[in-house]
């Protein structure tokens, strides 16, 4: 089975990625978060009845115990639920590929020699072969991660990174990005690699309108390799709207940027 209908009712995220990403690791982000609430709750409680200080505070860590099993228990059922549907579309879940990441030799996934991608899936989607799975590295001392989805291409592209500016702290490519300025568009995107004005024609009108129906990713091209970023922990009904507007993407690519990744790819040594 190639392809399956995709709802395009998404949920759009309620905090900054990076931050969901700590939160869901229970990093020490967590931590710091319960002692900020912690400290001033003693001193309260001290001030008003000292007796109950222990109570209050012991309760507060409950609170960070529960936190943390339903943070679990929903990672369980993201997973549960993309399985059954990825098994239901006749894809490989959980392949195993410790050379993976080799596949990528450009940012953000050359970045970090410590990096790693797991619970990957392959298949077919609308006639092109998929990998997705989920990346983690270092990002300035930060453990983050975002999922990514690599569709197959033909032709070579150029070097491009384009990211929404939410995806800018996760993938961290770059200190030094370039605003775009993009019609149609909810949000600001960044390129981070490669030429403006080949970035502004991949974001066209009509893949611009494309992308306006789901929440924003960004992607990495270099070569044959098209690589989508995505914001982790996605419920399976957005995962496939993303997959069908990244499609949606490469099957709007304007001939010119095909045109330039020929020439790049004939300059390249062999």
């Known amino acids: 089975m190639t392809a399956a209908p995709v709802s395009r009712h998404t949920r759009r995220p309620r905090l900054r990625p990076d931050w969901v990403w ?27 009845e000292p007796r109950w200080v222990g109570w209050m505070v012991l309760a507060w860590f409950l609170v960070l115990v529960v ?33 993976v990441l080799e596949r990528w030799p450009f940012p953000p996934f050359s970045l970090d020699p410590a990096a790693e991608v797991f619970d990957i899936t392959t298949g077919r989607h609308r006639g092109r072969e998929l990998l997705t799975g989920r990346f983690r590295h270092k990002v300035r001392r930060r453990q983050l991660g975002f999922d990514l989805l690599e569709l197959a291409v033909d032709r070579p592209l150029p070097p491009l990174q384009v990211l929404p500016t939410s995806l800018a702290p996760v993938a961290a490519a ?6 775009l300025r993009i019609d149609g568009l909810p949000g600001t995107y960044q390129l981070f690699n490669g030429r403006e004005d080949l970035a502004i024609e991949v974001l066209h009108p009509r893949a611009a309108e494309a992308l306006t129906q789901v929440p924003p990713f960004g992607f990495s091209c270099e070569g044959r390799r098209f690589v989508v970023i995505l914001p982790a922990y996605r419920d399976t009904t957005t995962a496939l709207a993303q997959l069908d507007a990244a499609c949606d993407l490469l099957d709007l690519m304007p001939e010119h940027v095909w045109q330039a990744g020929e020439q790049w790819l004939a300059t390249r040594p062999l």
């Open 174 to 179: 770059s200190l030094l990005p370039i605003e």
């Open 67 to 99: 936190f943390t099993l339903a943070m679990r228990l929903a990672d369980n059922r993201l997973r549960r639920a993309w399985t059954d549907t990825a098994e239901q579309l006749g894809w490989q879940v959980d392949v195993a590929d410790p050379l």
């Open 22 to 48: 700590q939160l869901r690791q229970g990093s020490a982000l967590v931590f710091v978060l319960w002692f900020v609430v912690a400290v001033p709750l003693v001193i309260a409680g001290l001030l008003v």
